[in-house]
């Protein structure tokens, strides 16, 4: 969603105001100074009067501010609004301060006046580039007054919007950054917004974009204007825009001990690299809102790959090729061990990659290199336009980059990746497809998103997401094989499927020092939009995986570094369990380790979220007859809004023959590893927090318990650190 129109303006560092230094001011016609209340009000000063905060959080949120407390907005759901107790003048000023943690996912008013229809109104705020905006309406006709310099993120700011006449004025901080004619006289504007912008129909599908992500405090209204405008001071003091721990107290489904953002929409991870004793990986994040849109690259590190701490966005949207997002790509070390990302970036109308270099050790600032993107658009030779998520390699002295794609051969259509070769990382050639699918023989889809070429000792594993299609979920499959002749040489013609049953996607690689492979991918939710508006997070990231290539099939099991994380361990003792059902704990957070041995019995498994009474529960299936293993979701949530189905995979299995199941629970996320080997991945989220109860059963048979482990886990202590 764009603006109508933008006049661009340079920045005026003149004050337009007659300032006072010392001389008193009059006094506002409103004042919300934003101190803590209770409810869903705050209060306006001037006429006493409980204004309600619109949030879909528990309750409004109130941090330290500039001067007492400030209030928090979540940047699609909170705002302020309400009709003025006196109506606009000729002449007003409005003035508060704000702080940002990312810009909107549109232009969003820091202040809107409206009339009752809606249709004639002003209003003074920032688009999704962070420049400054007046935006004004008038019978309906709408103008939009910007300027490219680019606000700060993570600081206080004093925003003030004065209108006179026919003329309005934003400055930040004490500086003019624009100053416009208005199309008509503002004329009566009785109604107020504060934290959104004019129109509350502004949206991206079913999500309001044109609301303030960041704190706002100290606000005042003057009608009219006062001569002489209070003085700009600058506030030292850093903002506290981490979000607050009342958010998502009450949220048991909310993962403590897997990596996800702080808030709002998360995506692929991308990127998983060491660099100077530290591991860091990046991820698609929409910090502003709950939907895919506005995507910048989120970044996290860690010392040792169980706690992370989320810091500010490495790179961001800009006007130019990467307006629509900074979308999936790779992360990697040079030669000489300096790290880049590259990135796909899209103007709307053309994709390409481009790169990007860090301006710290830490890796925190980034710098988009000057000559992006580095490859424009797909090469001459192909008709389809779209393609994505870069994956880069080293070989001997080259830079080896492949692309995802799709072809269309014979009106059927085949993923397939481009492959490219560099020797600078900034000039590059194309070479010829890596490889191409067949889906009519391999069932590999029409797409294929963030690809992985892995080297194993001396075999190479491509992995690829098949793009959902024709009411089939997206999947991750691999191949086995070579590289040779700048071209993938497969082992087998069909690939195979990462996981038994299908739902860990995008998954990141990392080799450590010694030689281990560890990767991290996207558990998604598949919640609709009105699960997410609800919950205030959407997506997470699988807990740290250890994969090996054994005899062509790719391993899986946790790292060991998650024991740090056990607690109040409890042995389970060799028994036999015979049509029959055993509770093994409750809890949100747990780990089981079960060595069982499926004598003679049909079917056995495990029971998750149950409720003591029955009314929430999932199921987990191994059947012996059908050689499958089942998740049942039917009776998992009496919860609103949440995909209630059955899944299956499937899983070669003989009576008599032993198997390791090591579970993790983490409140909505369930990783289930058999033998060290396979691994799938469930989502549930119940509506009770008793729904915590954990049991393993057997059907049409006995299921003998060797030995078990259960243990509680704790919160890794993930961290934010603006």
């Known amino acids: ?353 481009s790169l990007a270099f860090p301006e710290d050790d830490e890796l925190v600032d980034w710098e988009k290199f000057e000559g992006n993107p580095v490859v424009r658009g797909v090469p001459e030779s192909f008709e389809r336009i779209d393609f994505r998520d870069p994956f880069l390699w080293k070989s001997d002295s080259l830079y080896y980059m492949m692309v995802g794609f799709g072809v269309v051969e014979n009106q059927t259509e085949k993923g397939a990746l481009l492959l490219y070769k560099s020797q600078d990382l900034k000039e590059w050639e194309y070479l010829d497809l890596l490889y191409k699918g067949n889906p009519e023989v391999d069932n590999s889809g029409v797409f294929w998103e963030m690809p992985v070429f892995w080297k194993f000792g001396d075999k190479y594993v491509l992995l690829v997401n098949k793009v959902p299609h024709n009411g089939k979920l997206a999947r991750a499959l691999y191949w086995t094989g070579d590289f040779r002749n700048e071209k993938f040489v497969p082992d087998h013609v069909v690939p195979k499927p990462l996981e038994v049953v299908n739902r860990f996607l995008s998954p990141s690689l990392m080799r450590l020092e010694n030689g281990k492979t560890v990767a991290i991918g996207i558990i998604p939710d598949e919640t609709s939009y009105k699960a997410q508006l609800d919950q205030g997070w959407t997506h997470l990231y699988s807990i740290t995986r250890e994969w090996e290539l054994i005899n062509g099939k790719i391993h899986q099991k946790p790292f060991s570094g998650l024991e740090k994380l056990r607690e109040n361990p409890k042995q389970l003792d060799s028994q036999e369990l015979t049509n029959d059902k055993l509770k093994l704990t409750s809890g949100h957070q747990n780990e089981l380790v079960l060595n069982v041995v499926p004598e003679d019995c049909d079917r056995f498994g495990l029971v998750l979220g149950e409720h003591p009474k029955g009314i929430e529960r999932t199921y987990i299936t191994f059947d012996l007859e059908k050689q499958k293993v089942m998740v049942d979701r039917c009776q998992s949530s009496r919860r609103d809004f949440i995909p209630l189905d059955t899944r299956e995979g499937n899983y070669q299995m003989k009576p008599g023959e032993p198997l390791k199941l090591h579970v993790l629970i983490d409140g909505s996320v369930t990783e289930v590893f058999i033998n060290d080997e396979d691994a799938f991945t469930i989502r549930i989220f119940p509506l009770y927090s008793k729904s915590c109860d954990i049991s393993l059963f057997s059907e049409g048979g006995s299921l003998q318990i060797l030995s078990g482990e259960i243990n509680e886990l704790q919160s890794s202590n993930n961290q934010t650190d603006w």
């Open 1 to 353: 969603m764009f603006m109508k129109s933008v006049l661009k303006y340079s920045l005026i560092l003149l004050p337009l105001f007659n300032i006072s230094s010392g001389e008193r001011t009059k006094t506002p016609s409103a004042y919300w100074p934003f101190d803590a209340v209770e409810n869903k009000v705050t209060v306006e000063e001037i006429s006493g009067e409980y204004v309600s905060v619109s949030t879909n959080t528990p309750v409004p949120e109130y941090v330290g501010g500039v001067r007492g407390t400030a209030l928090r907005l979540d940047g699609y759901s909170s705002h302020i609004s309400g009709k003025m107790s006196k109506s606009s003048d000729e002449s007003f000023l409005f003035q508060g301060w704000f702080a940002l943690e990312t810009f909107p996912t549109d232009t969003a008013g820091f202040f809107t006046l409206k009339d009752q229809t809606e249709e004639n109104w002003l209003m003074a705020g920032v688009n999704q580039f962070g420049n400054p905006v007046i935006g004004m309406s008038r019978d309906g006709e709408e103008v939009y007054v910007g300027n490219e310099i680019q606000l700060d993120k993570f600081s206080w700011m004093r925003v003030s919007f004065y209108v006179d006449g026919d003329k309005a004025v934003l400055t930040v901080n004490g500086e003019e950054v624009i100053s416009t004619d208005l199309i008509k006289s503002p004329g009566e504007l009785a109604y107020y917004e504060l934290g959104q912008g004019a129109r509350p129909d502004y949206l991206v599908g079913r999500f309001v974009v044109n609301r303030i992500n960041g704190l706002i405090d100290e606000v005042k209204y003057w009608s009219p204007a006062p001569e002489e405008i209070p003085a700009y001071s600058a506030v030292s003091k850093k903002p506290d825009l981490i979000i607050p721990e009342s958010r998502f107290v009450n949220d048991f489904n909310r993962p403590e001990y897997h990596v996800l953002p702080a808030a709002n929409w998360t995506n692929e991870t991308h990127g998983l690299i060491e660099y100077n004793g530290t591991y860091h990986i990046f991820n698609q994040k929409n910090g502003t809102n709950l939907f895919l849109g506005q995507i910048n690259w989120g970044h996290f590190s860690s010392k040792d790959l169980v706690s992370w701490t989320e810091h500010k966005p490495a790179i961001t949207p800009g006007p130019g090729y990467d307006r629509n997002g900074i979308w999936s790509g790779h992360a990697i070390k040079t030669f000489d061990g300096k790290p880049i990302i590259m990135y796909t970036g899209s103007d709307g109308s053309e994709l390409g990659m």
